[in-house]
C-alpha cells in the first residue's frame, strides 16, 4: 500500500469477502485483530477460539487450519485497503493531496501491526506472504501509476516523468519500509517513514507549481520542514 497502502485472486478455496456470511466475517476480522496484537505465529487457533468465545469445533467449521485462516486474513486485508484507497481517489483531489491522503492511510495501518507480522508471514505462511506481495505491489503500481497521470494534468508534476519506471522505483522504496534492520521499530515509527518517503517522492517528480504547493502542505501539516 504502500509496505500502502496497495491491496486478489481467489486462490483459498472459500469465497470472496463479499460472499461469507456473517459469522465468517466475524471470524476473519477478529482473527485479524488479534495478530495485529500479537502477531501470527504466537497466536494458536486455540487462542483465536477463546478469543471469538467458540469451541475449536465450531472454528474448524469455517477453516481448514491456521494456515487457511490466516490466508484469509491477508485477503482480506488486501481488500480493504484497495477498497479503502479506491475510496480516496474518488473524491476529487488535486494529485499532492490524494497522494498524500493514501500515505497516511498506509501509515496507519502500518503503525497497527505488530512488529513480527511481516517476518512470520515470510518464514512460516508462505503462500499468504506470496499473495501479499504479489497483490500488494500491483496495487500501489497501479495507485502510484494513475496518480501520477493525474499530476502531469493538473500541471502539478512534470511532464516529462518516466511513469513505468517511476512506479517500480517507489515500490523498491516502499519496501525498505519493512526492512526492520533498516528501520528498527525501537527507533522509528511508520508514520515517519511513510511520510519521508511521501515528501520525497513528490518531490522528485512535481513541477514548479507542485513545488511551491507542496512547501505550503508541509508547513500545514507538520511543524518541521
Known amino acids: 500500500m504502500v509496505g500502502i497502502v496497495s491491496v486478489v485472486p481467489i486462490v483459498l478455496g472459500l469465497h470472496p469477502a463479499s460472499e461469507m456470511s456473517d459469522r465468517e466475517q466475524q471470524i476473519i476480522d477478529q482473527a485479524h485483530k488479534v495478530f495485529m496484537r500479537l ?19 465450531t472454528l474448524y467449521q469455517f477453516v481448514k487450519d491456521k494456515n487457511d485462516l490466516v490466508q484469509r486474513v491477508v ?7 484497495r477498497t479503502s484507497i479506491n475510496a480516496i481517489c474518488e473524491r476529487g ?7 498524500f491522503e493514501i500515505a497516511s ?9 505488530h512488529p513480527s507480522i511481516h517476518f512470520d508471514l515470510q518464514k512460516y505462511h508462505a503462500e499468504a506472504w506470496d499473495m501479499l506481495e504479489r497483490t500488494e505491489k ?15 494534468r493538473e500541471g502539478l508534476y512534470r511532464d516529462d516523468l518516466n511513469i513505468p519506471v517511476l512506479a517500480k522505483i517507489y515500490i523498491a522504496r516502499f519496501d525498505a519500509v519493512f526492512d526492520g534492520e533498516l528501520f528498527p ?5 511508520f508514520q515517519d517513514i511513510i511520510w519521508e518517503l511521501y515528501r520525497y517522492h513528490i518531490r522528485g517528480i512535481a513541477s514548479e507549481k507542485g513545488l511551491k504547493y507542496l ?6 501539516e507538520r511543524t518541521h520542514p
Not at 485477503?75 to 485497503?81: A, S, Y
Open 75 to 81: 485477503k482480506c486485508t488486501c481488500e480493504h485497503h
Open 39 to 57: 502477531g501470527i505465529r504466537s497466536v494458536n487457533m486455540d487462542d483465536i477460539a477463546q478469543h471469538l468465545r467458540i469451541s475449536k469445533k
Open 138 to 152: 500491483e496495487d500501489i503500481y497501479g495507485c502510484v501509476t494513475r496518480n501520477m497521470e493525474k499530476g502531469i
Open 105 to 113: 492511510f498506509i501509515a496507519s495501518q502500518l503503525g497497527q501491526m
Open 93 to 99: 483531489l488535486n494529485a499532492i493531496d490524494e497522494h
Open 215 to 220: 512547501a505550503k502542505k508541509v508547513k500545514k
Open 185 to 189: 521499530g525501537t527507533e522509528y515509527k
